[in-house]
């Protein structure tokens, strides 16, 4: 049998390989025969037994492939190519609500084409957007220990977590190797609004977070800066994930910012990134985090350039977007 299977390629049970039939050999005692009369066939390329009845059906092609009960189909040609997966099934998202007899609620369903969610960081008492805002929404505040939360989050497992937005660009990374004081980190006393000062201690809670419920961690920089700062304190920020084993998919350049910062910026960032974690499919000096894409800029629709890079990549669960 092993000899012609490998004559044959395969052998499927309960299939029917290909349409209509070239020639009908009667009384075909055994696959193997049906599978032998078909290769003595010149424009034979599959063919299908009927154990019942002994009828071997020898086909041209292997056009279709489907289920039949009590059929055995082979082919002397290339195997036919394995028909797509089915799509996959909506989603369901479980959260610590409860029914009054104790049984878990799903709150929400979503289907395969999820990619994921924002954060963005505006607050509330500074205008804007933040008007609209259920309160401590922001991603500088939002409890990232909330039980509730870390349990919804769970149930997005496997999307992104996009931390990001309109004042990504007002957002000072208070980390060692960055002088933050000259842009007003930490703040003085009194002073609410923006600037918004990211701590060491707040960027690890927001990394921790994503890899407890499993999400991609992709994470605007903010370039608007002068040049030779928003190259500096982004290196700085990479410099700390990377110390601190902290896990960032990616790191977005810029939002809504047009592309010449990053393409002014983009060179220099890639060769930091790959300086810190080293080239993409080595093992780098720190293999306990991925190699992070560069991603971005977000334009929302700003003027895009079609040259831009694009956020699908990401999205779809692939780790790298630039070379």
């Not at 290909?18 to 066939?41: E, F, K, N, Q, Y």
């Not at 799509?87 to 609620?105: D, F, I, Q």
Request: proline share 9%; hydrophobic share 45%.
């Amino acid at each position: 049998m092993l000899a012609v299977l490998l004559m044959c390629n395969q052998m499927w049970n309960n299939t029917n390989l290909g349409t209509g039939s070239i020639a009908m050999v009667p009384r075909t005692a055994s696959a193997s025969l049906c599978c032998d009369a078909c290769r003595a066939v010149a424009a034979c390329e599959a063919w299908t037994l009927n154990p019942a009845d002994g009828k071997c059906f020898l086909k041209d092609n292997i056009a279709a492939n489907h289920t039949q009960a009590g059929r055995i189909s082979g082919t002397s040609a290339p195997a036919p190519p394995s028909p797509p997966p089915p799509p996959s099934p909506p989603r369901t998202v479980h959260a610590t609500v409860r029914a009054a007899e104790g049984a878990p609620l799903p709150l929400a369903t979503f289907g395969a084409e999820f990619l994921g969610v924002n954060a963005d960081w505006w607050l509330d008492e500074c205008g804007g957007e933040g008007a609209h805002w259920a309160p401590n929404a922001s991603i500088a505040r939002l409890d990232l220990e909330n039980a509730r939360l870390n349990t919804l989050a769970v149930g997005l497992g496997g999307g992104t977590l996009r931390v990001g937005g309109t004042h990504c660009d007002d957002v000072v990374y208070d980390v060692r190797g960055f002088n933050a004081t000259a842009l007003g980190c930490p703040k003085a006393a009194g002073q609410t609004c923006y600037p918004i000062c990211l701590t060491e201690a707040r960027f690890e809670a927001i990394a921790a977070f994503a890899a407890r419920a499993q999400l991609r961690l992709a994470f605007g920089l903010n370039l608007k800066l002068e040049a030779p700062v928003a190259l500096a304190q982004a290196v700085a920020l990479m410099e700390f994930a990377a110390a601190r084993n902290l896990s960032v998919d990616a790191w977005e350049l810029g939002n809504e910012i047009g592309t010449a910062p990053t393409l002014d910026l983009g060179p220099a960032l890639a060769q930091a990134r790959d300086r810190i974690w080293g080239p993409a499919g080595s093992a780098g000096p720190h293999p306990a985090g991925p190699h992070p894409a560069l991603v971005g800029p977000d334009v929302a629709g700003d003027g895009a350039d079609p040259a831009e890079p694009d956020f699908v990549p990401l999205w779809r669960g692939r780790r790298s977007c630039t070379p």
